[in-house]
């Protein structure tokens, strides 16, 4: 079980635990359509069977182990064309949570994987539903490797691996819970600027030249920056070409 965050203002004051289910993303948009639900709506689970991770990966956790949950957030405030400032202000507070638990080499993958030296330690699914030009809801899943030891794949890792402690989740919930209400009182407060600066600040390979594929080609760049919608500029040659999150993988 876990306990409400008591530093927030409304960032999890409404949490519903669940011990298992297919995905915390998927429970919370039953939620909110069977019934009205208040923004900062936290749906948690120990146990996600089919959690779902971007470009329709799996995203795997050992139960009891991590933290799995999704916030219910109503930005209605931000412009639909401004929808990945929201990616950039969730990934900040994984950003600002992983400072407090760990000195150095934090960097945010684009568009929203969270690396510690060099590894995944985290992930982020935001869904969103719009009616017209509005957000009117956003389903913010994130997936946080706390205590797991073993993993499937090498390139992933966990608090528990880059530290050698152990953690309660529910203490990890309440801190990292907070780090996103900072965060999101930002989007809300029009710190467009500063949120991007900072996201670009933590570009995981920024600047260094980079192999990347895009429909079936291969080639080679530099990551420059964002552009307002979120798409990564990647100088290839003497040009810079605007990718979005479908367009172009990165390939180490
Ligand atoms: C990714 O890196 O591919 C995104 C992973 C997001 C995983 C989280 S776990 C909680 C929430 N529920 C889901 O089904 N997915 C997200």
């Known amino acids: 079980m876990y306990k ?3 530093n927030t203002l409304f960032m999890g004051k409404n949490l ?3 011990p298992e289910c297919p995905s915390t993303n998927t429970h919370a948009l039953q939620i909110s359509q069977q019934s009205p639900v208040n923004e900062g709506t936290l749906v948690i689970t120990d146990h996600q069977t089919a959690g779902k991770g971007q470009r329709g990966n799996i995203w795997e956790a050992e139960p009891g182990r991590n933290l799995t949950f999704s916030l219910i957030l109503k930005p209605r405030f931000l ?3 401004k929808q990945f400032f929201l990616n950039i202000a969730v990934c900040l507070a994984l950003k600002d949570y992983l400072k407090e638990k760990t000195s150095d080499n934090i960097y945010i993958k684009w568009p929203n994987d969270i690396l510690v030296h060099g590894k995944k330690i985290s992930g982020v699914l935001i869904e969103n539903q719009l009616r017209g030009a509005t957000i009117t809801q956003a389903i913010v ?3 946080l490797n706390i205590n797991q030891k073993e993993f499937q794949t090498a390139s992933a ?3 528990s691996l880059v530290t050698g402690e152990q953690y309660s989740l529910n203490e ?4 990292l819970i907070s780090c996103v209400e900072s965060r999101y009182l930002q989007l809300r407060g029009g710190q ?3 949120l991007m600066n900072e996201y670009l600040g933590g570009l995981f390979r920024r600047h260094e030249k980079h192999s990347f594929s895009s429909n079936g080609l291969l080639f080679e760049g530099v990551i420059e920056d964002l552009d307002e919608a979120g798409r990564l500029r990647i100088l290839v040659g003497d040009e810079v ?3 979005g999150v479908k367009e172009v993988v990165y390939l180490g």
Do not use: D, H, M, Q
Request: charged share 10%.
């Open 241 to 243: 070409r605007a990718f």
């Open 192 to 194: 467009y600027e500063l």
């Open 4 to 6: 409400i965050p008591a």
């Open 16 to 18: 519903v635990f669940v």
């Open 157 to 159: 890792t966990s608090l």
């Open 172 to 175: 990890e919930l309440s801190l």
């Open 79 to 81: 412009a639909v064309n």
């Open 141 to 143: 899943g994130v997936g």
